[in-house]
Nanobody
Framework: QVHLVESGGGLVQAGGSLRLSCAAS????????MGWFRQAPGKERESVSA????????YYSDSVKGRFTISRDNAKNTVYLQMNSLKPEDTAVYYC????????????????????WGQGTQVTVSS
């Protein structure tokens, strides 16, 4: 069983920055593929970013590319999402997800590919 806890959300003005953290339980975090998803009111959940367990591969959706950066610290069992130049359309609940059976360099972009989810953290960007 893997427990994920997100933090770092909040209210920020457009153009501002936030860093989300996702702390994971489990002794083999370094072998998990991780992803960040978001869901805005009335919209479907969408993939925002993903990172392979080796950190060698990363993915960003077109809507956040160049503004968001995903990273992981395996010593701290934590994955981060640095969000810069935030826009009102980034407002959503952000979730991190973990997949525990992976191929080293693979990225996973669909929600159904993940085994565990955090409870979510709200990000609100005011105009």
């Amino acid at each position: 069983q893997v427990h994920l806890v997100e933090s770092g959300g909040g209210l920020v003005q457009a153009g501002g920055s936030l860093r989300l953290s996702c702390a994971a339980s489990g002794r083999t975090f370094s072998r998990y593929a991780m992803g960040w998803f978001r869901q805005a009111p009335g919209k479907e959940r969408e993939s925002v970013s993903a990172i392979s367990w080796s950190s060698g591969n990363t993915y960003y959706s077109d809507s956040v590319k160049g503004r968001f950066t995903i990273s992981r610290d395996n010593a701290k069992n934590t994955v981060y999402l640095q969000m810069n130049s935030l826009k009102p359309e980034d407002t959503a609940v952000y979730y991190c997800a973990a997949r525990t059976t992976v191929i080293m360099t693979s990225l996973y972009l669909a929600g159904y590919e993940y085994d565990y989810w955090g409870q979510g953290t709200q990000v609100t960007v005011s105009s």
